[in-house]
């Protein structure tokens, strides 16, 4: 009974091969593990404490904030989606602080192993079909290298089982790689194994921004592991002569290329790529944020105002196809919420490092600075694969540093 009990809270854990209603059933059956544990074990009012209430609060403060601006969103129904979206984020931190299904750092650590083994299955099942479909488009279709790429990473959303952007791919898999840093397994020929896979599938998706993140958050893990600074040294060495070889490879390469290649910092008639697309992307951001800096629209309201600036400033079909939000976190808390719930955020984040430097935890250090770095180059919260990797390994880290401070 009891290792029946234990599976009901690890089905979550496989959530990168889950589709939307699978994610949906696996957070059920999260929950009910947990209160089957909480129930069995007894106690469940002693955990309502004051403490608790308030790093409830802290941890599931973007669900707030998306309801709180639905008061003077204009796009009510649209305000809606994004609170509905955004459930995951305060119902981890109220299930796993008053109802903890994670007894002891054992129990995290499986919990943690179990997704980086699904997301290697993941990766292998990306690795072979994105050889099959290079082949495919390769001998089929003469395209242009960009046009070619373009084409490629587009696809990866109607894939069955991987179904997902590049870049969800890529922060699902980057987390996978930092976590087993920390969580690794007992054999080191499978965790060697488990990295090379892991690494290959980061490179194929090219995803600049996730792999930046991932390198700087790599680093950094380095500097904190207790070794010599010989040791150090080299393994800095190693690790920066793989990235620069994997940037002269395809895709990766070509995305360099055209960041360097291009000619006009702004979108204009059909010369536009992944770069100016985004520096314009920027610019309308800012020059909305301008005109609401303090209380902002809205979350319901953001991508209209976006859309209609795309529009009146730049003659180009760069924004015809898609939807283009501010590819910024934080550029969107700016304009949905103000001044005052960008602040407010920032007030979190720091909670969050001052609590696990306190605690002296490692994995938590670099686990934010990768996911933070990862909001400079997109808006990770507006998708449900972002909203699961952040709230539920932010809520687990930090229960786990609470556990720590408790010991």
């Known amino acids: 009974m009891d290792k029946i009990k234990e ?38 009012l002693k955990r309502f404490t004051k403490r608790k209430i308030i790093d409830i609060l802290i941890l599931s403060l973007p669900f707030l904030l998306s309801l709180t601006a639905l008061f003077w ?8 989606t994004f609170v509905e979206r955004s459930l995951p984020v305060i119902i981890f931190p109220l299930i796993i602080l008053l109802l903890p299904p994670f007894r002891t750092i054992r129990t995290i650590k499986k919990f943690f192993q179990i997704y980086i083994i699904t997301n290697v299955l993941l990766a292998c099942t990306f690795i072979v079909y994105s050889i099959v479909s290079l082949v495919s488009l390769y001998e089929n279709e003469h395209l242009p290298i960009i046009s070619f790429i373009k084409k490629y990473r587009g696809e990866f959303e109607s894939v069955l089982v991987i179904g997902e952007h590049p870049i969800y791919l890529a922060l699902m898999i980057g987390t996978a790689i930092l976590f087993l840093f920390y969580f690794y397994f007992k054999r080191f020929w499978l965790n060697l194994i488990f990295g090379i896979i892991l690494t290959i599938a ?15 958050a790599v680093l ?35 995305r360099v290329n055209e960041f360097i290649n291009t ?64 590819h910024n976190q934080y550029l969107y808390y700016w304009l949905s919420y103000g001044i005052w719930g960008l602040t407010l955020m920032f007030v979190t984040y720091i909670i969050f490092y001052k609590r696990a430097i306190s605690n002296r935890d490692e994995v938590y250090i670099v686990f934010l600075t990768f996911m933070l770095i990862c909001f400079l180059f997109e808006n990770i919260l507006s998708r449900n694969t972002g909203i699961m990797v952040y709230s539920i390994f932010n809520t687990i880290l930090y229960f786990k540093s609470y556990l720590k401070a408790n010991d």
């Open 202 to 216: 980061l490179f194929m998706t090219a995803s600049i921004g996730p792999m930046l993140a991932l390198l700087i």
């Open 220 to 254: 950094l893990a380095i500097i904190l592991k207790p070794i010599r600074l010989k040791s150090k040294l080299t393994i800095i060495a190693a690790f920066l002569v793989i990235v620069l070889s994997a940037l002269t490879l395809s895709p990766f390469q070509n």
């Open 73 to 80: 969103t204009q796009n009510i129904k649209s305000g809606y």
């Open 263 to 326: 000619t006009e910092i702004y979108p204009s008639g059909d010369y536009f790529n992944s770069f100016n697309t985004r520096v314009g992307i920027y610019n309308c951001a800012i020059k909305i944020g301008k005109k609401v800096p303090f209380i902002g629209l809205g979350p319901g309201d953001v991508q209209e105002e976006l859309d209609l600036c795309y529009k009146n400033e730049y003659k180009t079909k760069a924004y015809e196809n898609g939807i283009f939000n501010t």
């Open 7 to 44: 599976r009901l809270i690890y089905v979550l854990a496989a959530f990168p091969l889950f589709d939307f209603k699978l994610i949906n059933i696996g957070i059920a059956v999260f929950v009910l593990g947990s209160i089957v544990i909480c129930y069995e074990e007894g106690g469940f």
